[in-house]
C-alpha cells in the first residue's frame, strides 16, 4: 500500500516488502530462490531477516523499485 501513497498525495513513503516470499501455494513464492540463497544467513537470525535495496550484494534488487526493504522469512507457509 505504501507504493502507491506517492501516487495519491506526494508523501514518498519507506516501503518494506514482506510478502515476496510468501507461499500462498504451496511451494510457490514469487522469490523461493531468494530464500534459498540467504537461508545460512536467515537461520543465524532466527529464521528471517531483511535488508535495503542499497544493500543488495548482487544487485538484483537495485533495479526493482517497488519497495525500499525487502523481509525474507524461513517460514513462508500461508496457514
Not at 531468494?34 to 528471517?48: C, F, H, I, N, W
Not at 533495479?63 to 513462508?76: E, K, Q
Request: no cysteine; glycine share 8%; hydrophobic share 30%.
Amino acid at each position: 500500500m505504501g507504493q502507491r501513497l506517492k501516487e495519491f498525495s506526494g508523501i514518498d513513503p519507506f516501503v518494506i516488502d514482506q510478502s515476496v516470499t510468501v507461499e500462498y501455494r504451496r511451494g510457490h513464492s514469487p522469490r523461493r530462490e531468494e530464500v534459498s540463497r540467504y537461508a545460512t544467513e536467515l537461520r543465524d537470525l532466527d529464521g528471517t531477516g531483511g535488508f535495503l535495496r542499497e544493500e543488495d550484494p548482487e544487485l538484483r534488487w537495485r533495479r526493482d523499485r517497488s519497495a525500499d526493504a525487502w523481509l525474507l522469512s524461513l517460514d513462508n507457509e500461508v496457514a
